[in-house]
């Protein structure tokens, strides 16, 4: 730890603090989260700010337990062991989620943090856990918010989660600070044992004399849910929150009941999270001639991307033209290349074109749009731009996505023109497969290979009856993958990984990618995100 006379220790604390706090802060948004979050090895540890000087420490410290999210008993533990060593930590706890039961551990964090204002607990606990530490350290805080998750739809029944459940039910009513409690249940149908739970809870919050606020998701297709009308009637309640968490969560049954109920429409409110809201610049979901965002555009069918050609007058950057196939039993006709002149702004340009017979014209000499190009994605059986692109020089492209039924020799001719230019490729494997990628592309630094198409693999089309198990031999060539022949390669990504979600989880990613530490290579998933068997802080 840094010496006091230094001058990283000469900052003001409370300038300290503002530098320090969005570095250690943890968004609400994050702390209240259900989705399922890969549980990995963190990366840079906030607990170093710690070390750089005595000031910062202090400064660090209640900054840091501000808000303390245990994912697995190895972190609940380490906690324990800090706060019987410095149990005046505890008072700096204010936020507290706990994804587990974590045994005895609980009872000394929940003893030492009695300023806890916000709560997160889940029913999603293994049988071989323990909760004796949870239930007989719950009583001892007063919490303002509680938020409870639970899998509604496949809920875990255990004798430790009817301990903890019991526990929450009898604290409920005697929490005389809960102001907020974020129920686990949406308005539709349930799991039998999570309408009994559901119950359960709004009779509990019903004897509650503090509950102002009351959120709950909003479910598919059902009405208001009978086991609310026992609480829309307490006195303290002023607000009863509908949120949507499912992307197919509809509420028009439930926005008809309570505009029926005076008593309910002056409480009732509606939400859907921000990811549901449409962002500007994707694209429509059905197809339509129009600017999605300034200078993209999309076209679903060949007379709109006709029409697009003819009103372009230079600007477009990005382009994306989806010609499905209209009829296989009529012949189509080919398409002009010269409908492509118009953008010459161009820097993304995306073809779908599905129809193997879809073909340009011959192509007029000394034309060569697309100066500016430098990500051209190809999906779909015609040959056409592939061709077409083969013949031009497109000096500016850098990055190529090939789809997995891009047309093979098409793509290959493709690439023998213009691999050495680019950075970034994407491929299926039996394109892969014909080319030597890495001396026809010297330059580059991304290479996403995907799977085999069903060309590939024709057995599989009708039922066997055999055999039983098919499994990849994968982790045998990872362990004869020899770092030398790709010196520079530190991450392999693989869109199929799908990290376990709590201490309990256990899956062969794991183990493929301690194969490849020691190699110096990090597997990651399709998020980028890589995964350990290593469970620390």
Same mark, same amino acid.
């Given at each position: 730890m840094a010496d006091q006379a230094t001058p990283v220790a000469n900052v003001p604390e409370e300038i300290l603090s503002e530098i320090l706090t969005p570095l250690l802060k943890h968004p609400d948004a994050v702390f209240s989260d259900r989705s399922q979050k890969a549980?990995?090895?963190?990366?840079?540890s906030s607990a170093t700010y710690l070390l750089v000087c005595k000031a910062w420490f202090r400064v660090a410290t209640p900054l840091l337990y501000n808000v303390v999210i245990l994912r697995t008993s190895a972190q609940a533990e380490a906690i324990q062991t800090v706060l019987k060593a410095? /149990?005046?930590?505890?008072?700096?706890?204010?936020?507290? %989620?706990?994804?587990?039961?974590?045994?005895?551990?609980?009872? !000394?964090?929940?003893k030492s943090a009695l300023n806890i204002t916000d709560l997160f607990l889940t029913l999603s606990i293994w049988g071989s856990g323990n909760v004796r530490g949870l239930c007989s350290g719950l009583p001892l805080i007063n919490p303002r918010r509680v938020i409870i998750d639970d899998d509604e739809r496949r809920p875990k029944?255990?004798?430790l989660i009817t301990q903890l459940f019991a526990t929450l039910i009898e604290l409920i009513p005697k929490w005389d600070r809960l102001q907020t409690f974020d129920s686990p249940y949406t308005s539709g149908e349930h799991h039998p044992t999570s309408t009994a739970r559901a119950e359960a809870l709004a009779s509990a919050l019903r004897e509650s004399r503090t509950i102002?606020?009351?959120i709950v998701g909003i479910g598919v297709g059902d009405g208001f849910p009978d086991y609310l009308y026992?609480?829309?009637?307490? /006195?303290?309640?002023?607000?009863?929150?509908?949120?949507? %968490?499912?992307?197919?969560?509809?509420?028009?049954?439930?926005? !008809?009941?309570?505009?029926?109920?005076?008593r309910l429409k002056a409480i009732v409110t509606f939400s859907t999270p921000a990811?549901?809201?449409?962002?500007?610049?994707?694209?429509?979901?059905?197809?339509?001639l129009a600017p999605v965002q300034s200078k993209k555009y999309f076209a679903g069918n060949f007379k709109e991307f006709k029409r697009l050609s003819e009103t372009e007058e230079g600007t477009a950057e990005k382009l994306e033209v989806f010609l499905p196939v209209i009829n296989r039993k009529k012949p189509v006709n080919p398409v002009n290349p010269m409908l492509l002149a118009p953008f010459t702004s161009l820097t993304h340009f995306t073809w779908r074109a599905l129809d193997p017979r879809l073909l340009f014209t011959p192509i007029p000499a000394g034309f060569s749009p697309f100066p500016n190009l430098e990500i051209l994605s190809i999906g779909g059986a015609s040959p056409t731009v592939l061709d077409f692109g083969s013949q031009l020089p497109l000096t500016s492209l850098r990055k190529v996505h090939l789809r997995e039924i891009a047309d093979i020799p098409a793509s290959i001719a493709f690439l023998q023109s213009h691999g050495a230019k680019l950075v970034e490729l994407t491929a299926p494997l039996d394109i892969l497969a014909k080319i030597d990628v890495f001396n026809l592309s010297p330059n580059l630094n991304l290479l996403v290979i995907v799977p085999p198409s069903d060309q590939v693999c024709p057995w599989i089309d009708n039922p066997r009856s055999t055999p039983r198990k098919l499994e990849p031999a994968i982790q045998r060539a990872f362990e004869r993958f020899e770092p030398q022949s790709f010196p520079l390669l530190k991450e392999m990504k693989m869109g199929c990984i799908q990290w376990p979600t709590s201490q309990h989880g256990k899956n062969k990613w794991i183990i493929l990618?301690?194969?490849?530490?020691?190699?110096?290579?990090?597997?990651t998933d399709v998020h980028g995100i890589g995964g350990t068997g290593k469970r620390n802080l």
């Open positions: 549980l990995l090895e963190p990366g840079y410095h /149990p005046e930590i505890g008072n700096f706890i204010k936020k507290l %989620r706990v994804e587990g039961g974590f045994g005895d551990a609980m009872h !000394t964090i929940l029944n255990n004798k102002q606020r009351l026992q609480v829309v009637n307490m /006195p303290s309640l002023k607000h009863l929150h509908f949120e949507q %968490r499912q992307s197919l969560a509809l509420d028009t049954r439930l926005r !008809t009941a309570v505009e029926a109920d005076p990811s549901d809201k449409s962002s500007s610049g994707s694209f429509l979901s059905s197809p339509s990618s301690e194969v490849l530490r020691p190699k110096g290579i990090k597997l």
